[in-house]
């Protein structure tokens, strides 16, 4: 059976950078699961699959545009210094857990400026990398009542945006 739209599909995969650095891999016997067409996983990585069937293997390359986006300037913000914990000295590339309205995402601090606040960059990590993944097709085949109903749609953490730029600026903590 060939992958196909709103098909659940189970992949062993290894993600590493243009630098070679491997930043995520599947753990060993839990594959990741996903139903086509929900965006569950990234645009790039599903359309790369489409048509494989199971033991099938291949190097995947994803752009950013595919991938987790472009690195968006409107996603930088200043944010008062206040803000931040009082017993920790901020630094540049720094990371923290702030709350948004649908829950907890990570910030980074992206640099600290002399008017009393700190720039953070809200874009997702991995926004502007190239992705190569190394997958393996392990499981293919038609979605049951099930599955199809709890599609939540979105990034896949259920707050219904695709780009991921936009999931991360509203506070979700999705990728």
């Known amino acids: 059976m060939k992958i196909a739209d709103k098909m659940y599909v189970a992949i062993e995969y290894a993600l590493s950078l243009d630098s070679g650095q491997e930043v995520d891999r ?5 594959p990741l699961a996903f139903i086509t067409g ?3 996983i990234i645009p790039g990585l599903e359309k790369a699959l489409t048509g494989m069937t199971v033991g099938d293997a291949a190097d995947i390359k994803v752009e ?5 986006g472009t690195v968006r300037d409107d996603l930088f913000q ?20 702030a709350q948004g ?6 910030i980074v601090v992206s640099s600290i400026n002399d008017n009393d606040t700190v720039t953070v ?19 293919v085949r038609e979605a049951n009542e099930e ?4 599609m939540a749609g979105g990034c896949g953490c259920g707050c ?16």
């Not at 309205?101 to 990570?106: A, Y």
């Not at 960059?121 to 499981?139: C, I, S, T, W």
């Open 121 to 139: 960059d809200l874009n997702h990590p991995m926004a502007g990398q190239r992705l190569h993944f190394a997958v393996k097709v392990v499981e």
């Open 26 to 30: 599947s753990q060993e016997g839990r």
């Open 160 to 175: 219904g945006t695709s780009d991921q730029a936009d999931c991360s600026s509203s506070g979700c903590n999705c990728g």
């Open 64 to 68: 950013p545009e595919e991938g987790y």
């Open 101 to 106: 309205p649908r829950g907890p995402f990570m």
């Open 38 to 40: 929900a965006s569950q």
């Open 78 to 97: 200043e944010v008062p210094r206040n803000q931040f914990p009082t017993d920790v000295e901020i630094k540049e590339g720094m990371s923290f857990e």
């Open 147 to 150: 599955e199809l109903t709890k």
